[in-house]
């Protein structure tokens, strides 16, 4: 008797398990709801992501849920190769599978395949990101970052939504991965939002503690570089705060916008780029990447 009790406690633990990362696929919303992929098509020479939300969490430590469609518009095959960021203490690529009417999930750490021309669902039941080790509770309107890695592409940074299971946010434009004004050579971080697409690279490349020149490179989303703009530096690190510490970034041309700063210390900072423009709302980009010792 006793050996049978622990075995059913055994399987009922596992049962809940699966069921925290697949639970939306039994929502009759997230199981009604229109495909992102059928929705947006993909565009020649673009790559891009939309329909990103995450699923609310309320505790810290805990698990969550990110789901998104990538749209590859490259004539090349792509692999998403993996995500960073500092919202969980491990994201993973989880697929969830019915292995003769038992739900298990699969870590996929080598990630998806992408095809030419083609797209990547991430959705509830299925394909999916895996928050392990929440730093924080997943509110309803909170919304953080995560930066996308794939083989033969840049990484993307995305801001994601969260939102109730089944919910649709709204999409993401879609926005040139490899824009002709990108700097050369490697960036600190790539990120876009609201029509604007930045890179931001260093000299040093690799910034250390210790004084540093900040480069901003800025396009609209129909490639046009960001002229005219007041660029303005907010910086600190992500684990630490210095309190507020703004630099100005003067324009440099062909939407290029530099400022020196001074980082005190190693460890994760943030830069987070006001640019403002006459007639037009700010737009905030903000760009995450580690400072080494030096």
């Not at 749209?71 to 995500?83: A, E, R």
Request: hydrophobic fraction near 45%; charge should be negative; include cysteine.
């Amino acid at each position: 008797m006793a050996r049978r009790i622990l075995r059913y406690t055994v399987l009922l633990a596992l049962v809940l398990f699966a069921s925290a990362c697949v639970a939306p696929a039994m929502q009759p919303d997230a199981m009604q709801a229109p495909s992102t992929a059928e929705m947006v098509p993909v565009e020649p020479g673009v790559l891009a992501v939309t329909g990103v939300r995450a699923r609310p969490s309320p505790m810290a430590g805990g698990s969550g849920g990110v789901y998104l469609t990538v749209l590859n518009g490259l004539d090349q095959p792509l692999q998403l190769t993996g995500i960073d960021g500092v919202v969980a203490g491990s994201l993973e690529l989880h697929e969830s599978v019915n292995d003769q009417g038992v739900i298990r999930m699969e870590p996929h750490p080598e990630g998806f395949p992408i095809p030419a021309r083609s797209t990547l669902e991430l959705k509830p039941g299925g394909k999916h990101i895996m928050l392990i080790d929440l730093a924080a509770p997943l509110a309803v309107g909170d919304v953080f970052t995560l930066t996308l890695t794939f083989d033969k592409a840049d990484p993307l940074t995305i801001d994601v939504p969260v939102a109730e299971d089944g919910a649709m946010t709204d999409m993401h434009m879609p926005m040139p991965a490899h824009a002709d004004l990108a700097p050369d050579g490697p960036t600190l971080a790539d990120q876009q939002s609201d029509g604007i697409h930045g890179w931001l690279t260093s000299t040093p490349a690799e910034p250390t503690r210790g004084e540093a020149t900040i480069d901003a490179y800025l396009v609209a989303d129909d490639g046009q570089p960001i002229e005219g703009a007041t660029v303005t530096l907010d910086i600190d690190m992500t684990n630490m705060s210095h309190g507020q510490y703004l630099v100005p970034a003067e324009a440099a041309g062909g939407g290029h916008y530099a400022g020196n700063v001074h980082f005190s210390m190693p460890g994760p900072w943030r830069i987070i780029a006001n640019i403002e423009r006459p007639g037009q709302e700010v737009i905030k980009l903000r760009f995450d990447f580690m400072v080494k010792r030096g």
